[in-house]
């Protein structure tokens, strides 16, 4: 119910990373947090990986940066 942005600034506010790498033959994802709001983080994180109604111009810069890292 609620948009990527939204999702990105209540890991924030909770202390909770979020962090990628891509490779030309992998993806590793990944979150750093507080032990006390595991599970929480967790959570926000499935959102993040989840998020299906990408706008066509945040997937265009996605692409970019994946190809960048490339």
């Known amino acids: 119910g609620i948009d990527q942005r939204m999702l990105y600034e209540q890991m924030e506010r909770m202390g909770t990373r979020f962090?990628?790498?891509t490779g030309t033959d992998y993806i590793c994802?990944?979150?750093?947090?507080?032990r006390e709001r595991y599970l929480e983080?967790?959570?926000l994180f499935l959102r993040v990986l989840s998020v299906e109604?990408?706008?066509?111009?945040?997937?265009?810069?996605?692409?970019?940066?994946?190809w960048r890292q490339i």
């Open 29 to 34: 994802w990944g979150i750093t947090c507080d």
């Open 19 to 21: 962090f990628g790498e």
């Open 41 to 43: 983080s967790l959570r």
């Open 53 to 66: 109604s990408w706008r066509t111009e945040a997937l265009r810069k996605e692409r970019e940066v994946i």
